[in-house]
T-cell receptor
Framework: EPEVTQTPSHQVTQMGQEVILRCVPI?????FYWYRQILGQKVEFLVS????????KSEIFDDQFSVERPDGSNFTLKIRSTKLEDSAMYFC???????????FGQGTRLTVV | LAKTTQPISMDSYEGQEVNITCSHN???????ITWYQQFPSQGPRFIIQ???TKVTNEVASLFIPADRKSSTLSLPRVSLSDTAVYYC?????????????FGSGTRLSIRP
């Protein structure tokens, strides 16, 4: 079964550092998403991406966040200057048009110290 | 996006059938009902989706009454590995890259 792959599985970074979380969506999918989940809390939408541009973003997705699809397979989330409160699980997801649901990766656990 | 209401938690035993009901009184004509499962420290996993009546797959069944104001996810003969959080979502068929909004879900605990 095709799956969304995320790397790394766990990243520890110092406050103020930049991090890049990487995702390989399912190959024929066209819509891509990033979500985050702070420990013990809900899964929160960050951003959706289609046709090489952001379709929608949440209030969480401020100027310190950016997304990119640098090539035909990767989809990245960059956090420019990490804060302690950015510590969370970050999930990438992808979907087909009209599919009505998305496939999620296993997540990257980001710990900011 | 229609608001959904589901129990915060449920307990059951191995081998039992578990039914989790979700209320969505304001569901729109174009809305589908979708359920996800999430294990600890893993991403949500799509389980089942339906529009009306009954849908069944290898994992679960989804029952939707005629008025579509609620739906019931049915897990047959649960095992310990079914312990997870189950999310009910209602929304359009995502013809665009629209966001999926997760609620708090139902935390299902299965005991031996």
């Amino acid at each position: 079964e095709p799956e969304v792959t995320q790397t790394p599985s766990h990243q520890v970074t110092q406050m103020g550092q930049e991090v890049i979380l990487r995702c390989v969506p399912i190959s024929n999918h066209l819509y891509f998403y990033w979500y985050r989940q702070i420990l013990g809390q809900k899964v929160e939408f960050l951003v959706s991406f289609y046709n090489n541009e952001i379709s929608e973003k949440s209030e969480i997705f401020d100027d310190q966040f950016s997304v990119e699809r640098p090539d035909g397979s990767n989809f990245t989330l960059k956090i420019r200057s990490t804060k302690l409160e950015d510590s969370a699980m970050y999930f990438c997801a992808s979907s087909l048009p009209g599919q009505g649901y998305a496939f999620f990766g296993q997540g990257t656990r980001l710990t900011v110290v | 996006l229609a608001k959904t209401t589901q129990p915060i938690s449920m307990d059951s035993y191995e081998g039992q059938e578990v039914n989790i009901t979700c209320s969505h009184n304001n569901i729109a004509t174009n809305d589908y009902i979708t359920w996800y499962q999430q294990f600890p420290s893993q991403g949500p996993r799509f389980i089942i989706q339906g529009y009306k009546t009954k849908v069944t797959n290898e994992v679960a069944s989804l029952f939707i009454p005629a008025d579509r104001k609620s739906s019931t996810l049915s897990l047959p003969r649960v095992s310990l590995s079914d312990t997870a959080v189950y999310y009910c979502l209602v929304g359009e068929g995502y013809s665009s890259a629209s966001k999926i909004i997760f609620g708090s879900g139902t935390r299902l605990s299965i005991r031996p």
